[in-house]
């Protein structure tokens, strides 16, 4: 989660994904959220499976680490891709708590109505200790936008 965050710090928007080989635990690859108003997808965890694909790295083997609960565009985006496992730090609901615009359904929710197979191992709320400072900070940093928070398109 350590390096997950520091590509978050990295970002705009601090959300931050790493590929772990599950094997050795090294991280293989990592991405920061790069989203603008003129592309919405660019999310940490789309843009994880981007450079994945670019370096010839398969999902199979590997956990997807986040710094928070992806999204539904991003956990559909991961099942489709087989991720055998996937953790993160800050919960989607916890992140609307705080005011910062979320589609708040559940990846375990995303995962039970996939028919994909195997579903993936979750861990939730993984290095919160880590991951729920970035988000206090965001919600709480001034900006043009409304309540200082990105708009949806910003995020």
Same mark, same amino acid.
């Given at each position: 989660m350590t390096e997950a965050v520091a590509y978050a710090r990295t970002a705009r928007w601090p959300f931050g994904a790493v590929l772990v080989d599950l094997r050795s635990g090294e @991280?293989? =690859?990592?991405? /920061?959220?790069? @989203?603008? =108003?003129?592309? /919405?997808?660019?999310?940490?965890?789309?843009n994880l499976l981007q450079t994945a694909r670019e370096k010839g790295l398969r999902l199979r083997g590997h956990a997807v680490v986040s710094t928070a609960e992806p999204c539904p565009m991003c956990a559909g985006a991961l099942l489709w891709a087989g991720a055998p496992a996937v953790a993160f730090g800050t919960p989607s609901a916890h992140l609307a708590a705080l005011g910062i615009p979320q589609i708040v359904v559940p990846f375990d929710a995303i995962a039970r109505h996939s028919s994909l197979r195997p579903r993936p191992a979750l861990g939730r709320g993984v290095g919160r200790d880590l991951t729920d400072p970035l988000y206090e900070e965001l919600a709480g940093r001034p900006t043009a936008g409304p309540r200082g928070l990105p708009s949806s398109s910003e995020r």
């Open positions: @991280v293989v =690859a990592g991405a /920061a959220n790069t @989203v603008t =108003a003129e592309d /919405a997808t660019a999310h940490a965890e789309m």
